[in-house]
């Protein structure tokens, strides 16, 4: 089946960087489109950047400027750059792609802290 696979999570301080992979295997024809969500706790989980397979993107108004989404098709992965990371930005990432239908993965903590 479908799985997804993210990596790149961590302990960071604030103004630093991380880059987020997820790596999607299994039976895939196309992938539509792919994105990143977060959830914080006691906090429901937001989108936080999406790519259209044509390269369209889109993100929440709290980190445009300072992350950036990207996709690699020929390895079926999407990856998220985070620069200048705040406290606020503590949570755990998850990707998810549009395939047959959504597929998630299991998420990847990110802690921004001095």
């Known amino acids: 089946q479908v799985q997804l696979v993210e990596s790149g999570g961590g302990l960071v301080q604030p103004g630093g960087s991380l880059r987020l992979s997820c790596a999607a295997s299994?039976?895939?024809?196309?992938?539509?489109?792919m994105g990143w969500y977060r959830q914080a706790p006691g906090k429901p989980r937001e989108l936080v950047a999406a790519?259209?397979?044509?390269?369209?993107?889109n993100y929440v108004k709290s980190v445009k400027g300072r992350f950036t989404i990207s996709r690699d098709n020929a390895k079926n992965t999407v990856y998220l750059q985070m620069n200048s990371l705040k406290p606020e930005d503590t949570a755990v990432y998850y990707c998810?792609?549009?395939?047959?239908?959504?597929?998630w993965g299991q998420g990847t903590q990110v802690t921004v802290s001095s």
């Open positions: 998810k792609a549009t395939i047959t239908r959504d597929y």
């Open positions: 299994g039976p895939i024809s196309r992938i539509y489109a």
């Open positions: 790519i259209s397979s044509g390269g369209m993107t």
